[in-house]
Structure formats: C-alpha cells, structure tokens
C-alpha cells in the first residue's frame, strides 16, 4: 500500500540506441565569401545609373553604370597613340624602337586592365581606334543589391563604396552552443532548420565553423552553418531554430523518472 501511495513503479533497464539533440536559435546572414563591394580606382563622375534600386538582382558581367572620368579618357589616347607607334615602329629595321613601343602598348593596356576596364572595351577601342568618353562598370558576380550609394552625376572616387552585392543562394547561419555540449560537436555534422514562417519543411545546412574561443559572460560557443538558399526560402536578417542530432550509439537506459537526485549524487 505504501509503495501504491507514492506511485513507485517497476520497469526493467534496457540497452537502445540513443540520439542526443542540441537546441539553438541561429540567425541568418550572408556569405561572406559571396559578397562583392564595388569601387571604382579612378576620380570620375557618374554618367548613367543602370542599376538604381536596394534589392534589384544582377548578373555576372552586368553593366551597373558608366563613368566618365579624364584619366580613363588621357590613358585610352595613350594607348591608341602606343598602338599607332608599334604599327609604324614594328616595320623599322631598328628592334630596340619596335620593342619600346610594344613596351608603351603593354603599358598602356596594363593601366586600363588595372582600372577595371574589361577586355571587351579594349577590344572595342582596337577596333574604333575612338577614346570613348564614358566607360562601363560591370558586376564581378551574380546576386542582389544590398545596399547602394550610387547615384547619376555623382562625383566619385576610390574611397567611395557604390555598390554591396551579395549572392544569396548560399546563406550563413550563426549559433551558440554551451560549453558543456561542446564535446558533442564537431565539422561536417548536419542540423535541421525551422523556419517559423514557412510552411514548408526543415532545410539541411552542414556546420562548417567552430570558434576557437568561449564567450566569457555567456559561457557558449560561436558556430556556423552553411545552407543552400536557391528557393529563397531565407533572408539574411532572419531567426531559425536549429537542431543538431547527434548519435551516441547503444546505450544502457532507464525511465528519466526513475533517476533521484539526492544533491550529490543520482540514484536508481
């Protein structure tokens, strides 16, 4: 009556294969290996915005304004004024004046590559024997506008930041795990994303960051998860939960109520 009276129940300890799973809220941001700041290395003006608005996606290759600018326009003279020289120079009987305008040509070309100016616009410049007043910026790769500061007719210079870029079809998400599951974790595990908002099921991202140190006030560790976002499912800025399942193999285990904890010690 009195092992009824306190509900004792008998169950007997079995072996099973258990999963242990970590719980963590993760935030969203992009990758920083996917994100392009475009400057320009001369002083110029803005001649015509192509790309004009926060959040507009562009390609790889994609004009995103021209420029004007008088050192672009003084280095394209000189490199048709090179490219005349060696024409004239390289049916000389004298190989040293053959070779010093082969020389400034190099140069010359050397300056614009520098300056960003594509193969396409020197191939062009050949072919026109024309300095063009106006040159164009193109995007080094494909993605969305994040932030801009370009706008037509503005003077700019190298210092200036026009455009962020970020492609969005792989995205970072940052966690916290305690210091005492630490020993559960290691590169290349798989965790689980809940998007609140969606109603579509869990993703799958791959940890791929471990920091080497604790956060003293929090006593947790930084970690990182590399998810693939070609459904725009996520946007940077956005909360997930995340849930790492780790396996820890068979197991000798008994009901969670069966444990007693006496303070110093957990009986059964």
């Known amino acids: 009556s009195r092992l ?6 008998y169950e007997p300890a079995r072996s099973q294969m258990l999963d242990k799973i970590i719980r963590t809220v993760g935030r969203v941001e992009a990758d920083e290996r996917l994100i392009a700041h475009i400057h320009v290395k001369f002083e110029g003006w ?3 915005l192509l790309v004009n608005y926060t959040g507009e996606k562009v390609s790889k290759g994609q004009s ?7 050192e672009l326009m003084a280095t394209q003279q000189e490199y048709l004024i090179a490219l005349d020289g060696k024409k004239l120079l390289g ?10 305008a082969l020389n400034a040509l190099q140069a010359a070309k050397q300056r614009l590559l520098l300056w960003d100016v594509s193969e396409s616009e020197i191939q062009r ?11 164009s910026i193109y995007s080094p790769i494909a993605g969305t506008v994040i932030s801009k500061a370009a706008y037509s007719g503005m003077r700019i210079d190298p210092n200036v930041e026009l455009y962020t ?6 995205l970072w998400i940052l966690g916290d795990v305690y210091e005492y599951e630490f020993s559960y974790i290691h590169l290349g595990q798989t965790s689980s994303v809940i998007v609140e908002s969606s109603s579509e099921g869990p993703l ?5 960051f ?19 976002n070609k459904n725009n499912q996520l946007k940077p800025g956005m909360y997930v939960n995340l849930e790492l399942k780790i396996p820890l193999g068979k197991r000798l285990v008994v009901p969670r109520d069966a444990i007693l904890l006496t303070g110093e010690r957990k009986v059964i």
Request: hydrophobic share 35%.
């Open 4 to 9: 009824q009276s306190i509900g004792v129940t």
């Open 165 to 170: 870029i970020a492609d969005l079809s792989s």
């Open 204 to 208: 799958s991202a791959k940890l791929d």
């Open 46 to 48: 803005i001649d015509k």
């Open 91 to 100: 049916k000389n009987n004298n190989p040293k004046a053959a070779e010093g």
């Open 64 to 70: 995103l304004f021209t420029v004007y600018s008088p």
């Open 125 to 135: 410049l050949v072919k026109t024997g024309r300095a063009t007043k106006t040159i």
């Open 210 to 228: 471990i920091s080497p140190t604790v956060d003293p006030q929090t006593r947790t560790i930084k970690v990182r998860f590399q998810v693939d």
